[in-house]
């Protein structure tokens, strides 16, 4: 008797990759770049992929828990506990053959030029050799912008650019704060960054100095504190401490908390000043991503991760000029968040314009490989 034939196509297995990857920064790029997206990656199911992303930070000693992944991360490692941990890996988990997966070095920022004011300084330029050591063993890179390329890429040459995005599943819909402003109130000034932006208290005693703040805008928050409701949220300038208690600063919040928090300042005015350095220069664009994800207008030095924004500063008096423009005209502000979100629409939000599938297809490309 013949046998029926059945009228279900045979589905076809969609192809799957397994991601992991070792963060060494919770707190800020490592969720920002790998806990972020991972989540996302998570959910990816497409008729022809299927994604499983996981990371930890304790270590896994067993080679063969490697044998199915793609390829294993190391996100910002640093000292000589994460070089041994490397090397471990290429000695005994890569040299099995049933595993021989490949390592990549995952990096937002440059770790070495960093300011001498800055405090973190001191802590890469003893570990430096080791990130060196890194870079250069590691099967391949991933960085946030193409000028952190250019200077890890003397280190190991393939190398490819994630750019930094935000969750649109956390950060919400954007409301514009110029659509609710309050006539005869304050106009809000906000700026949000780690205490890395400013020459940490006592420092002044070995002669190290500096900052990202200019002393002319430095002057200048601390004569308007009573024309301004300033916010500084994160760190906070000692230069800044004879008039601390006529700044609202808000302490630094668990980065799952800085997005809602952040937008519950509902600022009228955002800035981002930045030193023009090599430092500055590989930084990424995330404060234009974040203020513009706030609904409100920024003034950026003229730096590289802003050099496309709208309103940008070579001086400290041209950013109190663009400061004292804004806040005197809301139509000013209105039109000008209307083009950095323009700018930066393609790159805001994870779960647009396909940079999930993109983030996918980078890592992909580093080992020659297609979706």
Not at 125 to 137: G, P, R, T, W
Request: charged content about 25%.
């Amino acid at each position: 008797m013949a046998k029926k034939k059945s009228n279900y196509k045979k589905l076809k297995r969609p192809a799957r990759l397994n991601f992991l990857s070792y963060i060494g920064d919770t707190q800020g790029c490592g969720t920002i770049r790998i806990i972020y997206p991972y989540l996302l990656l998570n959910h990816y199911i497409k008729k022809d992929l299927s994604v499983n992303a996981y990371y930890i930070q304790s270590f896994i000693r067993d080679p063969l828990f490697y044998k199915n992944y793609t390829f294993v991360q190391f996100q910002r490692s640093a000292t000589k506990q994460h070089f041994d941990i490397f090397q471990y890996f290429r000695q005994e988990v890569q040299r099995k053959e049933q595993v021989r997966v490949p390592i990549v070095y995952e990096i937002d920022d440059l770790l070495i030029n960093i300011p001498e004011w800055n405090f973190a300084a001191d802590y890469y330029a003893k570990n430096f050799q080791y990130v060196e050591d890194m870079l250069k063993a590691s099967n391949a890179i991933i960085c946030s912008t193409p000028k952190l390329k250019e200077i890890y890429g003397k280190y190991n040459k393939n190398i490819k650019v994630v750019l930094n995005h935000l969750p649109k599943f956390i950060w919400g819909h954007i409301y514009p704060v110029h659509n609710y402003y309050k006539e005869g109130s304050k106009i809000k000034i906000l700026w949000a960054g780690s205490q890395n932006h400013f020459a940490l208290p006592g420092m002044e005693k070995a002669n190290i100095k500096g900052g990202d703040f200019g002393e002319k805008l430095i002057d200048f928050i601390r004569k308007t504190t009573n024309v301004y409701d300033w916010h500084l949220m994160g760190g906070f300038p000692v230069e800044l401490k004879d008039v601390k208690d006529k700044i609202k600063f808000i302490p630094w919040q668990n980065i799952f908390n800085y997005p809602r928090t952040i937008k519950d300042i509902e600022p009228d005015i955002c800035i981002a000043p930045l030193e023009d350095n090599v430092f500055n220069s590989c930084k990424s664009n995330i404060k234009m991503l974040e203020y513009t994800a706030c609904g409100s207008p920024g003034v950026y030095s003229n730096v590289e991760p802003y050099k496309k924004a709208k309103l940008k500063a070579n001086t400290d008096e041209e950013m109190i000029s663009h400061i004292e423009e804004l806040a005197g005209n809301i139509d000013l502000r209105a039109s000008v968040w209307r083009k950095d979100r323009e700018i930066i629409r393609e790159q805001l939000w994870w779960e647009e314009n396909q940079n999930v599938r993109k983030y996918i297809e980078t890592y992909l490309n580093l080992f020659g490989k297609t979706l």
